[in-house]
């Protein structure tokens, strides 16, 4: 296949692009929950960190912001770049998935929009959310200006932009309303560490000796997923056995060349 060919299949492929802060579990969380999640629903998942062109990175994000089907965003942390995108997103009225770890992350503009607040306390979190987010691709791909905001939808039929008639533009409108007002008695806070500082408070923890449901229960309030906590426990505890082994054997060595020693000095006095 030639290079042009590749380059205009790479051009009619419906990509998500994909908002989010990066480093720490936000990366785990965009390859083994996000990407999957988009690819099962038959779009190409995309992120700021994919572009390595020579043009600048707000130009370049302009241009996959209007080449995507759909935008992806994660609010979690509050990360101004990621506000930034998503209002240029509503700018070209994409439809946006919105997520957060908490609504506190959520400006109060934005909660007339659904969001999917992800629960890491509750078993097998990553699946839920990943099937939550397949079902809002799906609808998005259904009914694509359920998920924008009313304010930068077209009524004119002739506009590239998700058009609807003015009583459905209504309509939308107390719908979202109505979600502002049921999502503004929702409450639900949540610390966080990073996962050097996790990590650190594990091992503290393990040295202490305190059992390990109370280590994943102490640390799941501050972010950590459960599941990562139990990798890190089962990994730290490795660590700290061959540690021993090693300091063990390091010991009884030293005992060994003592014997030894003794010995090659009562066989000298005889």
Not at 105 to 132: Q, S, T
Request: charged share 30%; proline share 6%.
């Amino acid at each position: 296949m030639s290079i042009s060919k590749l380059k205009k299949k790479e051009k009619t492929i419906e990509i998500c692009f994909v908002i989010m802060p990066f480093g720490g579990y936000l990366d785990d969380y965009y390859q083994s929950i996000y990407c999957p999640a988009i690819q099962n629903e038959g779009l190409k998942p995309h992120r700021a960190d994919d572009l390595y062109r020579p043009s600048t990175i707000v130009t370049d994000i302009w241009h996959y912001t209007k080449r995507s089907k759909i935008i992806l965003a994660d609010l979690t942390h509050k990360n101004p770049n990621v506000f930034y995108e998503l209002g240029l997103a509503h700018a070209l009225a994409k439809p946006a998935i919105l997520l957060a770890e908490s609504m506190d992350d959520v400006p109060f503009d934005l909660r007339a929009l659904r969001v999917l607040v992800y629960d890491k306390n509750i078993p097998d979190w990553g699946k839920v959310l990943k099937e939550k987010i397949q079902a809002s691709i799906r609808e998005i791909l259904t009914t694509p200006s359920s998920s924008v905001l009313p304010a930068f939808l077209d009524t004119k039929d002739t506009s590239p932009k998700p058009t609807i008639t003015p009583v459905e533009k209504d309509l939308l409108e107390l719908k979202q309303q109505m979600e502002l007002l049921r999502e503004s008695f929702r409450q639900n806070t949540t610390s966080q560490i990073e996962p050097e500082e996790a990590r650190s408070r594990i091992e503290r923890y393990l040295m202490q000796g305190m059992p390990t449901s109370a280590i994943i229960h102490r640390l799941e309030r501050l972010g950590p997923p459960r599941q990562w906590i139990i990798s890190e426990i089962e990994e730290i505890q490795r660590r700290l056995r061959n540690s021993e082994l090693s300091l063990f054997n390091q010991i009884e060595s030293k005992k060994v060349t003592k014997k030894i020693a003794k010995k090659k000095i009562k066989a000298k006095k005889k």
